[in-house]
Nanobody, 124 residues
């Protein structure tokens, strides 16, 4: 079993930055692709970014491309989401997720393990 714990959310003004962290425990991090998703009130959970086990492959939703950066530190079993130039429409609960595969994944149903989420609120 894999446990994921997100941190780093908060309230920020539009144009500001936040860095989310997701710490994994319970199993070795080796071979796991990591993803970030978000869910705004009344909306479905949507893909934000993902990164392969090696970190060599990443993919972003068009809505965050150029503003967000996903990275990972396998020695620390942690994945990060650096969010810059934040917009009010980025307001959501952000979740990290993982799956035992080195293939990138863009849909929630591909990921069996999820964190509890961290709230990000961007004020205008």
């Amino acid at each position: 079993q894999v446990q994921l714990v997100e941190s780093g959310g908060g309230l920020v003004q539009a144009g500001g930055s936040l860095r989310l962290s997701c710490a994994a425990s319970g199993r070795t991090f080796s071979g796991y692709t990591m993803g970030w998703f978000r869910q705004a009130p009344g909306k479905e959970r949507e893909f934000v970014a993902c990164i392969s086990w090696s970190g060599g492959s990443t993919y972003y939703a068009d809505s965050v491309k150029g503003r967000f950066t996903i990275s990972r530190d396998n020695a620390k079993n942690t994945v990060y989401l650096q969010m810059n130039s934040l917009k009010p429409e980025d307001t959501a609960v952000y979740y990290c997720a993982t799956k035992y595969s080195d293939r990138l994944g863009y849909f929630p149903h591909e990921y069996p393990y999820w964190g509890q989420g961290t709230q990000v609120t961007v004020s205008s």
